[in-house]
């Protein structure tokens, strides 16, 4: 499995290897061939407001956006996903409102985009539902694998409902 790190952001350090450790234990988790190549993008608000009013027509930011690539596998067997564009910025203003770390925001936000490539949607209540309960038992993996450690992992996280982008309500 490859994942491809893009910081573009200076708000937050990051640590691009365990973003990728992350990426990739959801993406094995998820059954998705080895061949895979995924790209994240962190970026501020100005970036992803652009993308969300070119790709969405809607002028403001939000937390994440999923681009999924629907293309055959390139000449060398690689299959790439899509992209998943995350702003560390939102994700900083979403972190301090649920009292918990950017990180682990990050690593909510990630999954989120992650399974919108896999085909996860929350359109209808059943979706949403379904989306949930998978961010869950993948937030489970990730504590077991000790992917978390240290980032305050609250027993609120993850029951939080993301009705569109960039709202949140605690449950």
């Known amino acids: 499995m490859k994942v491809l790190i893009n ?13 990728a450790l992350v990426a990739d234990e959801v993406l094995k988790f998820e059954g998705v061939p080895e061949n895979s190549e995924l790209s994240v993008v962190l970026c501020d608000d100005d970036f992803i407001q652009k993308l969300n009013e070119e790709y969405l027509g809607n002028n403001r ?9 629907e293309s055959d596998p390139f000449e060398h067997g690689i ?6 564009v995350i702003s560390v910025e939102t994700a900083t203003h979403q972190a301090e409102k649920l009292k918990y770390s950017t990180k682990l925001e990050i690593v909510f936000l990630l999954i989120h985009g992650i399974l919108h ?7 209808k209540k059943l979706d949403l539902t379904r989306m949930k309960k998978r961010e869950e038992t993948i937030c489970q993996l990730l504590g077991e694998k000790k992917l978390l450690k240290g980032l305050e992992l609250k ?9 569109q982008p960039g709202k949140i309500v605690k449950n």
């Open 79 to 84: 299959r790439p996903l899509g992209d998943v």
């Open 117 to 123: 490539l896999l085909g996860y949607d929350h359109d």
């Open 61 to 69: 930011p939000t937390d994440v956006l999923s681009f999924p690539m």
């Open 155 to 163: 027993s609120s996280f993850p029951l939080i409902k993301r009705s």
């Open 7 to 19: 910081n573009q952001q200076t708000q937050l350090k990051i640590n691009k290897r365990w973003i």
